[in-house]
């Protein structure tokens, strides 16, 4: 799926920066590899740009879908496909961000600016952007996030 950019993309930028009075100078997209192993996930998309003022800003977006919009879905063997069709959580990743379940003390989930309904069971999450940290993930830093409580709901 490729993302088209709608008039709300400014409405978007203003949100996602705080000033109401942003103004796109440009914009790119960029369509980002997500693997052919998911059944929900059709595309995933970094739409970024700067102001008139020079401020960059930047999206993370996820296209979702139902099962029966996966090329997977036709390979299924037919008995399958209707447990499929009733059963796969394909709005799960969407389903979390409406939910906002609470999470350990220092976390949380990236800002959900927008979600389009597209129709016919498709989703569009506008998502912000959140820069991968600089940290090295060494051993210790594994054993230590394994370690974690897992006692959030």
Known sequence: MTITLTPGLTDLVRASLGDPLAEIAEQHVELLHHGPGSLSTASLHRV???????????????SIHAIKHSAWFAKMPGGLRAE???????????????ARPSLPAGLRLPRMYRLDDLGD?????????????????DLDRYRAAARLPLGWT
């Open 48 to 62: 970024r740009g700067t102001t008139t003022g020079g401020v960059s800003w930047s999206f993370f977006v996820k």
């Open 121 to 137: 069971d498709r989703l569009v999450m506008w998502l912000e952007d959140v820069p991968v940290a600089p940290a090295a993930w």
């Open 84 to 98: 499929a069709l009733a059963n796969f959580p394909w709005r799960a990743d969407a389903d979390v961000y409406l």
